[in-house]
Protein backbone atom coordinates (compact mmCIF):
# COMPACT_ATOMS: atom_id res chain seq x y z
CA UNK A 1 0.00 0.00 0.00
CA UNK A 2 2.96 2.40 -0.11
CA UNK A 3 6.19 2.74 -1.82
CA UNK A 4 9.29 4.00 -0.73
CA UNK A 5 12.04 5.71 -3.12
CA UNK A 6 15.21 6.92 -1.12
CA UNK A 7 17.26 9.58 -3.07
CA UNK A 8 20.66 12.00 -2.58
CA UNK A 9 23.14 9.75 -1.60
CA UNK A 10 26.34 9.82 -2.63
CA UNK A 11 29.72 10.75 -1.45
CA UNK A 12 30.91 13.34 1.19
CA UNK A 13 34.05 13.83 2.94
CA UNK A 14 34.70 13.04 6.63
CA UNK A 15 32.90 15.74 8.75
CA UNK A 16 30.65 17.14 5.61
CA UNK A 17 27.12 17.08 5.62
CA UNK A 18 24.41 15.24 3.09
CA UNK A 19 21.09 15.11 3.15
CA UNK A 20 18.94 12.28 1.66
CA UNK A 21 15.03 12.18 1.04
CA UNK A 22 12.26 9.25 0.72
CA UNK A 23 9.19 10.02 -0.70
CA UNK A 24 6.18 8.08 -0.37
CA UNK A 25 3.57 7.43 -2.41
CA UNK A 26 -0.01 5.22 -1.95
CA UNK A 27 -1.26 5.65 1.17
CA UNK A 28 0.47 7.68 3.98
CA UNK A 29 -2.17 7.54 6.93
CA UNK A 30 -1.04 9.83 9.77
CA UNK A 31 -0.76 7.04 12.15
CA UNK A 32 2.80 6.00 10.12
CA UNK A 33 5.96 5.90 11.45
CA UNK A 34 8.66 6.21 9.25
CA UNK A 35 11.98 5.25 9.91
CA UNK A 36 15.84 5.01 8.36
CA UNK A 37 17.78 2.37 8.84
CA UNK A 38 21.08 1.57 7.14
CA UNK A 39 23.79 -1.34 6.76
CA UNK A 40 26.84 -1.13 6.14
CA UNK A 41 29.16 -4.23 4.34
CA UNK A 42 28.99 -6.94 6.79
CA UNK A 43 26.75 -5.58 9.41
CA UNK A 44 23.82 -5.99 10.60
CA UNK A 45 20.75 -3.39 9.76
CA UNK A 46 20.87 -0.86 12.39
CA UNK A 47 18.04 1.55 13.29
CA UNK A 48 19.17 5.07 12.61
CA UNK A 49 15.85 7.81 13.28
CA UNK A 50 12.24 7.73 13.11
CA UNK A 51 9.52 10.02 12.66
CA UNK A 52 5.94 10.17 13.34
CA UNK A 53 3.59 11.41 10.26
CA UNK A 54 1.19 13.02 12.41
CA UNK A 55 2.78 14.72 15.89
CA UNK A 56 6.57 14.98 14.11
CA UNK A 57 7.52 12.79 17.01
CA UNK A 58 11.72 11.73 16.48
CA UNK A 59 13.53 9.02 18.27
CA UNK A 60 17.24 8.58 17.03
CA UNK A 61 19.68 6.21 18.09
CA UNK A 62 22.47 7.08 19.90
CA UNK A 63 25.19 6.75 17.29
CA UNK A 64 23.66 9.76 15.52
CA UNK A 65 22.37 11.59 18.15
CA UNK A 66 23.09 15.02 17.84
CA UNK A 67 24.59 14.93 14.33
CA UNK A 68 21.42 13.56 12.39
CA UNK A 69 18.29 15.24 11.94
CA UNK A 70 14.68 13.94 10.79
CA UNK A 71 12.22 15.90 9.25
CA UNK A 72 9.39 15.33 7.37
CA UNK A 73 7.26 17.58 5.17
CA UNK A 74 3.06 16.15 4.75
CA UNK A 75 2.57 17.98 2.33
CA UNK A 76 5.29 16.37 -0.20
CA UNK A 77 5.11 12.46 1.48
CA UNK A 78 8.37 13.30 1.86
CA UNK A 79 11.09 11.99 4.64
CA UNK A 80 14.38 13.72 4.97
CA UNK A 81 17.46 12.56 7.31
CA UNK A 82 19.92 15.59 7.38
CA UNK A 83 23.40 14.16 8.11
CA UNK A 84 25.86 16.52 8.99
CA UNK A 85 29.63 16.05 10.75
CA UNK A 86 29.24 12.83 8.81
CA UNK A 87 32.13 9.90 9.80
CA UNK A 88 33.45 7.11 7.50
CA UNK A 89 31.45 4.86 10.37
CA UNK A 90 28.29 6.16 8.82
CA UNK A 91 29.14 4.53 5.09
CA UNK A 92 26.20 2.21 4.75
CA UNK A 93 23.27 1.75 2.17
CA UNK A 94 20.46 4.00 3.70
CA UNK A 95 16.67 2.58 3.67
CA UNK A 96 13.72 4.02 4.63
CA UNK A 97 10.96 2.21 5.93
CA UNK A 98 7.84 2.55 7.09
CA UNK A 99 5.28 0.92 9.45
CA UNK A 100 2.42 1.67 11.52
CA UNK A 101 2.52 3.32 15.69
CA UNK A 102 1.13 -0.01 16.58
CA UNK A 103 3.62 -1.74 14.89
CA UNK A 104 7.08 -3.05 15.46
CA UNK A 105 7.44 -4.54 12.20
CA UNK A 106 8.45 -2.70 8.85
CA UNK A 107 6.44 -4.30 6.06
CA UNK A 108 7.23 -1.15 3.72
CA UNK A 109 10.67 -0.33 2.42
CA UNK A 110 12.61 1.55 0.18
CA UNK A 111 15.53 0.42 -2.19
CA UNK A 112 18.17 2.48 -0.34
CA UNK A 113 20.59 4.70 -1.32
CA UNK A 114 24.58 4.46 -0.83
CA UNK A 115 26.26 7.11 1.35
CA UNK A 116 30.10 6.95 1.14
CA UNK A 117 32.42 9.47 4.09
CA UNK A 118 35.35 9.09 3.02
CA UNK A 119 38.22 10.04 5.34
Known amino acids: QVQLVESGGGLVQAGGSLRVSCAAS????????MTWFRQAPGKEREFVAEISWSGGNTYYADSVKGRFTISRDNAKNTVYLQMNSLKPEDTAVYYC????????????WGQGTQVTVSS
Open 26 to 33: GRTVSSYV
Open 97 to 108: AARVLTSGQYPY
